[in-house]
């Protein structure tokens, strides 16, 4: 009986040291992933923890054909939450356009159907946000034809006066797949100025032929002066922000931005007819922190 009695107090002290070791080595990963952010704090996040549609308090949808010519039909069905991810869904599939004029030169109305079907989702009139920082946690789907986007846009005036930052935008440039970090102003569509750095994938791939299996953080630093855009701290663009002004003077990167997450198909993607389907994006996380 004393011999168990101090093989059991043994035992409890070995269970002790190694929780308090698994505790302190949890702490020091807080507060090194704090550290970085000493300055700032957290103002807004989405972590997806729900099962079934995102939240309607954050998230809205745009719907129907949108922009660029793009072949999907954008419907807030193919975007849900699961396992404290979100995912976008990109399907084949044949959807009517009530829309549809034979004879129309709007090529959102002489188009009778869409063939492929996906989401996209924004903050805006929920959440904006002026400087800080943006961070947002994603598997990308570097299928042809697949054109995911994490992107702002300012909340005053029409495209492109109210500026655009790509923070993360995957396509096809001249046939080659790269990662594209871009900032967008002007006075009209017909004169936008662009400042655009494209990354080839296979620069990513070449450090890790996975890299397009995982999971990877692009951030946007934006201050009053620059936004800088990272991919896994690797810094690929910076945008100097006293050069970004439309014709009137006005800088739409001095005012607040709303976030979009969308799945485009086709146009800059690529040409998916050969792609199997469905397709998916999948987004941890979004975070947004300001300075302190």
């Given at each position: 009986?004393?011999?168990?009695?101090?093989?059991?107090?043994?035992?409890?002290?070995?269970?002790?040291?190694?929780?308090?070791?698994?505790?302190?080595?949890?702490?020091?990963?807080?507060?090194?992933?704090?550290?970085?952010?000493?300055?700032?704090?957290?103002?807004?996040?989405?972590?997806?923890?729900?099962?079934?549609?995102?939240?309607?308090?954050?998230?809205?949808?745009?719907?129907?054909?949108?922009?660029?010519?793009?072949?999907?039909?954008?419907?807030?069905?193919?975007?849900?939450?699961?396992?404290?991810?979100?995912?976008?869904?990109?399907?084949?599939?044949?959807i009517p356009n009530p829309k549809f004029?034979?004879?129309?030169?709007?090529?959102?109305?002489?188009?009778?159907?869409?063939?492929?079907?996906?989401?996209?989702?924004?903050?805006?009139?929920?959440?904006?946000?002026?400087?800080?920082?943006?961070?947002?946690?994603?598997?990308?789907?570097?299928?042809?034809?697949?054109?995911?986007?994490?992107?702002?846009?300012?909340?005053?005036?029409?495209?492109?006066?109210?500026?655009?930052?790509?923070?993360?935008?995957?396509?096809?440039?001249?046939?080659?797949?790269?990662?594209?970090?871009?900032?967008?102003?002007?006075?009209?569509?017909?004169?936008?100025?662009?400042?655009?750095?494209?990354?080839?994938?296979?620069?990513?791939?070449?450090?890790?032929?996975?890299?397009?299996?995982?999971?990877?953080?692009?951030?946007?630093?934006?201050?009053?002066?620059?936004?800088?855009?990272?991919?896994?701290?690797?810094?690929?663009?910076?945008?100097?922000?006293?050069?970004?002004?439309?014709?009137?003077?006005?800088?739409?990167?001095?005012?607040?931005?709303y976030l979009l997450l969308n799945l485009?198909?086709?146009?800059?993607?690529?040409?998916?007819?050969?792609?199997?389907?469905?397709?998916?994006?999948?987004?941890?996380?979004?975070?947004?922190?300001?300075?302190e």
């Amino acid at each position: 009986m004393k011999t168990f009695t101090y093989l059991f107090y043994y035992l409890s002290i070995c269970l002790l040291i190694s929780c308090t070791s698994k505790k302190q080595d949890d702490t020091e990963l807080v507060l090194e992933d704090s550290a970085e952010k000493e300055d700032y704090r957290l103002i807004w996040s989405e972590e997806f923890n729900i099962d079934g549609k995102p939240d309607t308090s954050s998230w809205s949808y745009e719907h129907g054909f949108v922009r660029n010519e793009e072949l999907q039909w954008y419907q807030s069905e193919n975007a849900t939450c699961k396992d404290g991810m979100l995912v976008i869904t990109a399907k084949e599939e044949k959807i009517p356009n009530p829309k549809f004029t034979e004879d129309s030169n709007n090529w959102k109305e002489n188009r009778a159907f869409a063939n492929y079907t996906s989401a996209s989702l924004n903050t805006r009139g929920k959440m904006n946000f002026k400087y800080g920082l943006v961070e947002v946690k994603a598997k990308i789907d570097t299928t042809m034809g697949m054109w995911p986007a994490i992107w702002t846009l300012g909340e005053s005036k029409g495209w492109p006066s109210n500026g655009e930052v790509d923070i993360m935008e995957f396509y096809r440039s001249d046939s080659t797949a790269v990662i594209m970090a871009n900032a967008a102003w002007g006075d009209h569509w017909t004169k936008v100025i662009w400042d655009s750095q494209e990354t080839p994938l296979n620069h990513f791939l070449k450090k890790d032929t996975d890299w397009a299996e995982k999971f990877h953080i692009w951030k946007m630093d934006w201050t009053e002066n620059y936004i800088k855009l990272f991919l896994d701290d690797e810094l690929l663009n910076e945008i100097d922000l006293t050069k970004s002004l439309n014709g009137d003077g006005y800088n739409p990167f001095h005012q607040p931005h709303y976030l979009l997450l969308n799945l485009a198909i086709g146009s800059n993607g690529g040409d998916p007819s050969e792609s199997t389907f469905p397709r998916k994006y999948w987004v941890d996380y979004v975070r947004v922190y300001a300075k302190e």
